[in-house]
């Protein structure tokens, strides 16, 4: 089955009430403590998104690391972009999560031969090793004090590694998403926690993708029917104050 049908098939039936992206992003009246809303062009009506509580929430920003952004086109603008939608949650005092893939020399080791992707990766040792500046997080959107950063040795966030309990413990049912790619870990990372019952919020202006296409269909087709989709320009409307 070639890729694009399968993400098709993924997406399942329509969910009521779940966000698209075709609209232009308008908060209501009354600033941060109300909903902001999409307009949908097919009805023209308005689906509000409940405020996000800072206290409860994390940005995860996912793979932002030399090795993936080298392979899109207009990474600047992407970067640029990057580092306001952080810039944001930090000022409301929310929790921010780095997550990269990283390898040391016992994790190529336990790649199996039929893990498609990771196979491939440690076929060419050194390619993503710890140390490496290629697998670092970009400077330009680089963790501060406080940040938390996660070593992942594969695709999505929640796999081997213990963001789902540092949530859990930190109280925190509310994640918003950035990432390169959106066809990896964002696509995984989503999938994961909709299963663990967080609630999620793509930044679909954050994420990035080589295939303009799978972009596309995962953005207005699979996403929705899990996450909530908003550009970074919507986000302030949605941050209440910090307490």
């Known amino acids: 089955m070639k890729r694009r049908t399968f993400l098709a098939r993924m997406a399942g039936p329509p969910v009521l009430g779940a966000a698209s992206l075709h609209g232009s992003f308008e908060p209501r009246p009354g600033g941060n403590t ?59 005092g929310m929790q921010v999560v780095y997550a990269r893939v990283a390898f040391t020399p016992a994790d190529y080791a336990a790649v199996p031969e039929h893990n498609i992707i990771f196979s491939q990766l440690a076929s060419r040792p050194g390619g993503v090793d710890d140390d490496s500046p290629e697998t670092a997080v970009d400077d330009r959107v680089a963790p501060d004090t406080g940040d938390k950063v996660i070593r992942k040795t594969r695709v999505g966030a929640f796999a081997r590694t213990d963001l789902d309990e540092w949530l859990r413990d930190l ?73």
């Open 34 to 92: 109300e909903s902001a809303t999409v307009q949908t062009p097919t009805t023209g009506t308005a689906t509000p998104h409940a405020p996000i509580d800072p206290q409860h929430s994390a940005l995860l920003v996912l793979d932002y690391q030399p090795a993936w952004i080298k392979t899109l086109t207009d990474s600047d603008t992407l970067l640029s972009r990057a580092a306001e939608t952080i810039a944001l949650p930090r000022e409301a």
């Open 171 to 243: 109280a925190i049912d509310t994640l918003i998403l950035a990432g390169i790619s959106t066809s990896g870990v964002v696509l995984s990372t989503v999938c994961d926690a909709a299963d663990r019952d967080y609630r999620l919020i793509v930044l679909a202006d954050a994420c990035a993708d080589q295939d303009p296409t799978i972009q596309e269909l995962l953005i207005h087709k699979v996403f929705p029917q899990r996450a909530e989709i908003i550009t970074v320009g919507a986000l302030p409307a949605l941050l209440q104050p910090a307490s």
